[in-house]
């Protein structure tokens, strides 16, 4: 997937009011929980935007970033391979899939 101008907009379930919106350069789909939205940018940070105020908190970053790409003869680009980090504080393991722009979190057993 190569990298596009995501654009997110929170709507208050209540009301039906808009609460925030603002545009990420991602180059994943957007996941979303009560917490807020989730993104991973091309420089390689998982990003989240908080669910009430929009507020950008970058949650851990794959190292390398995310250069590894293939282009095409239309101008766009697909990341390859695969990436992986590892949030040491909350014991997880994260998976970022190139070719496919999956992420997927792992919760890893805590030591007694």
């Known amino acids: ?58 949650l851990i970053q794959f190292t390398p970033a995310l250069n590894l790409r293939k282009y095409y003869e239309d101008g766009l680009a697909s990341e390859l391979g695969y990436h992986l980090t590892v949030d040491k504080y909350n014991h997880q393991l994260f998976v970022y899939f190139g070719d496919s722009a999956q992420i997927f979190a792992f919760q890893l057993p805590v030591s007694q």
């Open 1 to 58: 997937m190569s990298n596009i101008i995501t654009e997110i907009i929170a709507i208050d379930n209540q009301s039906n009011s808009q609460l925030w919106a603002t545009k990420v350069d991602s180059v994943t789909r957007v996941a979303t929980n009560s917490l807020g939205a989730y993104l991973l940018t091309p420089e390689g940070f998982l990003i989240r935007l908080d669910a009430a105020d929009g507020n950008l908190t970058n």
